[in-house]
Structure formats: structure tokens, C-alpha cells
């Protein structure tokens, strides 16, 4: 089965211009996640959806960061204006329940100059 | 809240050892689900094996398995035959129904030949 995508895989911009990545997760999962991920640790959960409802977005600088899940299949995260500090890589996952884990897509590496 | 502490930034592991990488976590869910992720440099992450905290047997996938001790609150990660593909970060994360998936800072993990 396919696996999870993302595009683009690398984007540069300067600080206060926008940016939007893709994701569309395997097909089936209903749950789709939204992780940021600082070189050096760990994904950090920016949102949750379940099919296109938002289940947790309490991570999720909303002043500059958005995301939809439009037909409860694909997904865009886009970041207006950007900081310095939003460099990192944006991972997107799905999956079919909390049980079977999630399963991650490349990931955008995001550099803000 | 949930927390995932991983206290080894890295270890290495020659060739065709075993290596055991240290999980300790915390939670207040009564029932709950610990996984272990690898991300190998600059690729995407792989759900590497994962236990339900109400069951006792350890989980096993092939060369892996985990040393889960409930009481303790420890969920260790032991790689068999190492070998140089194993070479990566590797996350422990955990979840329940009701939290999102929390991840440790994880653990750099080096094959030596």
C-alpha cells in the first residue's frame, strides 16, 4: 500500500513570508497528524484530525499557523507570517486508531532565512 | 499529562551485538499504548514495535524487543545481531484514547563495524 505523502520535501523562504505543505495520508486512516519536528528532538503535535474534524489543535500557534482537512482525506498546514524560529521539519501522519500506531510521510524540511 | 523520558542522547553498538535503549515514562491513563519509532538520517520514521499497557507479554518483532515493566513505569527497547542499518534515532512514545502521542527526546544510535 502507498505511504504516507508530503510535498514539498524542502522549502527556504524569508522570515515573514507564508508557506503550505501538502499531506495525504494512506488511504483508510481517518486520523491525520500535523508534528513539528526542532533538529535534535522529538515530533511535537501541532494537530490532530479525525476525518476532517479537529480533535486537538492546543499545540498550534494560531496567530500564524493553519490547517484544514478538507473531504476528511488530504490536508494543508500553512504558516503566515513565518519566524526564524518555524525552521524545522514538518512531518505528517496517519492512522487507523490510537492502537496501531501512526505511520509518517518524508516530512518538509523547512528553513526560514 | 504524559511524559516520555529518554535519558541516553547516544549509544553505540558494534556490529552483531545487542543493545538495549532506556525508556521511562509517566501517565495517569489506566490503559495506554507505548511504541518505539526509528528515524534514520534524513529519512522518515518507522514504527519499529509497540506494546498495550494492560498486556503482560513483551512485544517482539523479529531482531526487537521490549523489556516492559508496568510497576517501574520502563518500556527498554533490545536490538539483537545489530546491525549497520540500525544505525539511527530512535523515539519512545506513548498514547491513550484520550492523550495524543507524546514522544521522548530520543536516542542516537551508532553501529560500528
Known amino acids: 500500500e502507498a505511504g504516507v505523502a508530503q510535498s514539498p520535501r524542502y522549502k527556504i523562504i524569508e522570515k515573514r513570508q507564508s508557506v503550505a505543505f501538502w499531506c495525504n495520508p494512506i488511504?483508510?486512516?481517518?486520523?491525520l497528524y500535523w508534528y513539528q519536528q526542532i533538529l535534535g528532538q522529538g515530533p511535537k503535535l501541532l494537530i490532530q484530525?479525525?476525518?476532517?474534524?479537529?480533535?486537538?489543535d492546543s499545540q498550534l500557534p494560531k496567530d500564524r499557523f493553519s490547517a484544514e482537512r478538507l473531504k476528511g482525506v488530504d490536508s494543508t498546514l500553512k504558516i503566515q507570517p513565518a519566524k526564524l524560529e518555524d525552521s524545522a521539519v514538518y512531518l505528517c501522519?496517519?492512522?487507523?486508531?490510537?492502537?496501531?500506531?501512526?505511520?509518517f510521510g518524508p516530512g518538509t524540511r523547512l528553513t526560514v532565512t | 499529562a504524559q511524559t516520555v523520558t529518554q535519558s541516553q542522547p547516544e549509544m553505540s553498538v558494534q556490529e552483531a551485538e545487542t543493545v538495549t535503549l532506556s525508556c521511562t515514562y509517566d501517565t495517569s491513563e489506566s490503559n495506554y499504548y507505548l511504541f518505539w519509532y526509528k528515524q534514520p538520517p534524513s529519512r522518515q520514521m518507522i514504527l519499529v514495535i509497540r506494546?498495550?499497557?494492560?498486556?503482560?507479554q513483551n512485544a517482539t518483532e523479529n531482531r526487537f524487543s521490549v523489556n516492559f515493566q508496568k510497576a517501574a513505569k520502563s518500556f527498554s527497547l533490545k536490538i539483537s545481531d545489530s546491525q549497520l542499518g540500525d544505525t539511527a534515532m530512535y523515539f519512545c512514545a506513548s498514547n491513550s484514547g484520550n492523550t495524543p502521542l507524546v514522544f521522548g527526546k530520543g536516542t542516537r544510535l551508532s553501529v560500528i563495524a
Open positions: 484530525f479525525q476525518n476532517n474534524g479537529v480533535v486537538d
Open positions: 501522519a496517519s492512522s487507523l486508531g490510537y492502537w496501531y500506531g501512526q505511520y
Open positions: 488511504s483508510g486512516h481517518a486520523t
Open positions: 506494546q498495550e499497557a494492560y498486556k503482560q
